[in-house]
Nanobody
Framework: QVGLVESGGGSVQAGGSLRLSCAPSAVSEYTYSMYCMAWFRQVPGTEREGVASIYVGGGTTYYADSVKGRFTISQDNAKNTLWLQLDSLKPEDTAMYYC??????????????????????WGRGTQVTVSS
């Protein structure tokens, strides 16, 4: 099993920035079978939506239209760490942000990168609150 731990959430004013990070709680044989990593977010009462994904082996990325040009997903494979840089934040970005990992290659395709059922492992989330 792979346990994922997110950090970096907080409260900021509109226009501000945050940097979220995600790392496995322990490095195991399963860590190296995760081919795709992604960030999702969820507002209470709504479905969890894909924000961005990255292919661990080659860096291919996808972004939700709502965050393109403002958020940047990146990784540090040596440290087994996933990042999400959130810039120009808007109140509508307020949500719980979740890190996810997949042992499939879903993140290589535009039609599958944001499908929740493609991801095997999830963190518990970190809250981002943006005030106007």
């Amino acid at each position: 099993q792979v346990g994922l731990v997110e950090s970096g959430g907080g409260s900021v004013q509109a226009g501000g920035s945050l940097r979220l990070s995600c790392a496995p709680s322990a490095v195991s044989e399963y860590t190296y079978s995760m081919y795709c990593m992604a960030w999702f977010r969820q507002v209470p009462g709504t479905e969890r939506e894909g924000v961005a994904s990255i292919y661990v082996g080659g860096g291919t990325t996808y972004y939700a239209d709502s965050v393109k040009g403002r958020f940047t997903i990146s990784q540090d494979n040596a440290k087994n760490t996933l990042w999400l840089q959130l810039d120009s934040l808007k109140p509508e970005d307020t949500a719980m942000y979740y890190c996810a990992a997949a042992s499939t290659f879903a993140c290589l395709y535009g039609g599958t990168w944001s499908r929740r059922d493609e991801y095997n492992y999830w963190g518990r989330g970190t809250q981002v609150t943006v005030s106007s």
